[in-house]
């Protein structure tokens, strides 16, 4: 059993920057791809970043250039790093896991979840 918690959300104007964390509570995360998601008011659940076990990363064209995800296997945690914020990235934002070797870009795909942390960009 996989637990995930992110961290470092919170309110932001447009053109600020954030940092998510997401620390698992495992021996260690290595085995897991391991992926961000986002969901808004209304809206579905959206596929945001995601990181292999190797290391190579895939972000959504929304967010490609702003968004970076990346990982310390030795802190057991993953990171989102986002800058030039814009209000339409605000949502909750959820941290997954999933026992695989390629990264993948939908929910079903992975496992565990985080109970997810607020990003709110103003205007």
């Known amino acids: 059993q996989v637990q995930l918690r992110e961290s470092g959300g919170g309110l932001v104007q447009a053109g600020g920057s954030l940092r998510l964390s997401c620390a698992a509570s495992?021996?260690?995360?290595?085995?897991?791809?391991m992926a961000w998601f986002r969901q808004a008011p209304g809206k579905e659940r959206e596929f945001v970043s995601a990181?292999?076990?190797?290391?190579?990363?895939y972000h959504a064209d929304s967010v490609k250039g702003r968004f970076t995800i990346s990982r310390d296997n030795a802190k057991n945690t993953i990171y989102l790093e986002m800058n030039s914020l814009k209000p339409e990235d605000s949502a909750v934002y959820y941290c997954?896991?999933?026992?695989?070797?390629?990264?993948?870009?939908?929910?079903?795909?992975?496992?565990?979840w985080g109970q997810g942390t607020q990003v709110t960009v103003s205007s």
């Open positions: 997954a896991a999933g026992d695989m070797v390629m990264m993948q870009i939908t929910s079903r795909a992975y496992t565990y």
């Open positions: 495992v021996r260690t995360i290595s085995r897991y791809a």
């Open positions: 990181i292999n076990r190797s290391g190579n990363t």
